[in-house]
């Protein structure tokens, strides 16, 4: 199995960027397709991107494609989530998941393992 520890996270004014960072540790991140997902206050948690095992394919929400930049560094075990031109609505703890198949997935249930997230908090 694997174990995920996301980082980076943090108070950033409309605006700006941030880089979230997916450590594994355990079975390289490099057997698992990647997703990032995040869950503000009362809300469900929520798709943002997910990328192939090879990085090959990443994948959207189209309201955060151009902003949000999914990739991947499978000697050093870690994916990356690249947010630019935040937004207050962006403001949410941020998962990094990991999917036992080559392909990512927009759907919970489908990945396997799950860190504990991250804070973003976007001031308006």
């Known amino acids: 199995q694997v174990q995920l520890v996301e980082s980076g996270g943090g108070l950033v004014q409309a605006g700006g960027s941030l880089r979230l960072s997916c450590a594994a540790s355990?079975?390289?991140?490099?057997?698992?397709?990647m997703g990032w997902f995040r869950q503000a206050p009362g809300k469900e948690r929520e798709f943002v991107a997910s990328i192939s095992r090879s990085g090959g394919a990443t994948d959207y929400v189209d309201s955060r494609k151009g902003r949000f930049t999914i990739n991947r560094d499978n000697a050093k075990n870690t994916v990356y989530l690249q947010m630019n031109s935040l937004k207050p609505e962006d403001t949410a703890v941020y998962y990094c998941?990991?999917?036992?198949?080559?392909?990512?997935?927009?759907?919970?249930?489908?990945?396997?393992?799950w860190g504990q997230g991250t804070q973003v908090t976007v001031s308006s």
């Open positions: 355990g079975r390289g991140v490099s057997n698992y397709a």
């Open positions: 998941a990991a999917r036992s198949s080559s392909l990512g997935s927009r759907f919970t249930f489908q990945y396997d393992y």
